[in-house]
């Protein structure tokens, strides 16, 4: 083992997962200004590990055939590891040589995901998700949105499956008023983040305000670079999404709108999550396997979720 305290870390394969988790990453980057990290994820969630502090290798194993475990055990069988954390939960990691591992068992029902994380390293403490920027990160990210230092309203709009997608109007009801000149974010900005495709939410979403004050970033930054943007918001507002993920580990005081998905595992973390009248064991009535092409999130009206954004605001100014 070298001077320093090797640890690897084996991310979800799945990038929300893995920022749903990645407050243990910052814990152990904090906590042992010493170590230096090997850190194991797929094509979509390695990238957003890219900037973690005192990175010594970023290995991407996105298909997890044989073949391809055995490319990993080639890559970091040779070091002894002062700690290995499984976020996987695989026998691949009981083979390696290390002091320590850590891996994750199945997560019990009604635990948020985040406790589920916390509870690898058996913290007292829950650390809050969290991605780290470097320089180039966040440069690209502000020339996109400019040295205003008016506050900036983030909506992410934009979901998987239409089953999880709250119209488009509803966002810019609820954009419009916190933006006006008596409301709280008054003579801010409102920034759209999101996939390309997005572009048609965006288009109803950005009417909310003047165009001058739209900056819209959907399909023009990585995820990374995006929740470097997103780091600069004073409220965000989104969909069950990875947007939303990575929005609360961007650190933004976040309003998450929930439908047909379990919010009491992936709500955001210290935010505020609204549902409409129907539970989701009701959703799964209606829609079993949760996949038909059905408007699941009629039920949550606009006046709703701009009162929890006015609530979330007034709390974080007086903790402030």
Do not use: C
């Not at 909310?208 to 023009?220: D, F, H, N, S, W």
């Not at 943007?229 to 929930?258: I, K, M, N």
């Amino acid at each position: 083992m070298s001077a320093r305290f090797p640890i690897l870390y084996i991310a979800e394969a799945d990038a929300e997962a893995a920022v749903l988790s990645s407050g243990v990453l910052s814990y152990l980057v904090d906590s042992l200004p010493e170590a230096d990290f090997t850190i194991v994820g797929s094509a979509a969630s390695a990238p957003l590990f890219a900037d973690t502090p005192r990175l010594k290798r970023l290995i991407v194993l996105d298909r997890t055939g044989r073949w391809d475990w055995l490319g990993l055990w080639n890559q970091v069988r040779d070091t002894r590891w002062g700690l290995v954390v499984d976020m996987r939960g695989t026998k691949f990691s009981e083979r390696l040589r290390r002091l320590k591992r850590a891996v994750r068992g199945p997560d019990q029902p009604g635990l948020h995901a985040v406790e589920a994380a916390a509870r690898v390293l058996q913290l007292d403490d829950v650390p809050a998700p969290r991605l780290f920027f470097g320089a180039e990160t966040r440069a690209t990210a502000d020339a996109l949105i400019g040295p205003d230092p008016a506050p900036i309203l983030a909506v992410g709009p934009g979901t998987d499956w239409i089953g999880t997608r709250w119209p488009a109007e509803r966002y810019a009801k609820v954009a419009g008023p916190l933006l006006a000149a008596d409301g709280p974010l008054a003579g801010g900005r409102l920034m759209i983040v999101g996939e390309e495709a997005d572009r048609d939410l965006a288009h109803t979403i950005r009417l909310a305000v003047p165009r001058t004050r739209v900056i819209e970033l959907q399909g023009k930054l990585t995820r990374l670079q995006t929740a470097a943007a997103l780091s600069r918001a004073s409220l965000y507002v989104g969909a069950d999404s990875l947007w939303t993920q990575l929005a609360v580990a961007a650190g933004v005081p976040s309003v998450g709108v929930f439908g047909p998905s379990d919010d009491a595992r992936v709500g955001p973390w210290k935010g505020v999550s609204l549902r409409g009248e129907r539970s989701l064991d009701e959703f799964k009535a209606i829609d079993p396997r949760l996949n038909q092409h059905i408007h699941h999130m009629l039920g949550l009206p606009a006046d709703r979720v701009l009162r929890a954004a006015r609530g979330l605001l007034a709390r974080e100014t007086q903790a402030g």
